[in-house]
Nanobody, 128 residues
């Protein structure tokens, strides 16, 4: 099993930036794609971004494409989410998770039920 701990959230003004981190336990971190999801109050948990095993492929939700960048450092068992040009619609709790299917498939990457190791999340609040 993998355990994930997110950090880096906070309060930021619209137009600002934040960098989220997700630290993973376990020796198989590099064997799986990793993803970020977010959940706003009263809404479902939505896909944000995913990154392949070695970090060579990435996939983004349309709402964040061009503003967010996902990356990973397998030597540190950590995945990151750099968020720029933030707006109020980005306010949510952000979660990282492991794609347990180990497949690189857009349908799987957007499906939160194919992820595990959910952490406690980190709150991002963007003030307008």
């Amino acid at each position: 099993q993998v355990q994930l701990v997110e950090s880096g959230g906070g309060l930021v003004q619209a137009g600002g930036s934040l960098r989220l981190s997700c630290a993973a336990s376990g020796r198989t971190f590099s064997n799986y794609p990793m993803g970020w999801f977010r959940q706003a109050p009263g809404k479902e948990r939505d896909f944000v971004a995913a990154i392949s095993w070695g970090g060579y492929m990435t996939y983004y939700a349309d709402s964040v494409k061009g503003r967010f960048t996902i990356s990973r450092d397998n030597a540190k068992n950590t995945v990151y989410l750099q968020m720029n040009s933030l707006n109020a619609e980005d306010t949510a709790v952000y979660y990282c998770a492991r794609n347990k299917t180990a497949r690189w498939d857009n349908g799987s990457l957007r499906n939160l039920y194919e992820f595990d190791g959910w952490g406690q999340g980190t709150q991002v609040t963007v003030s307008s």
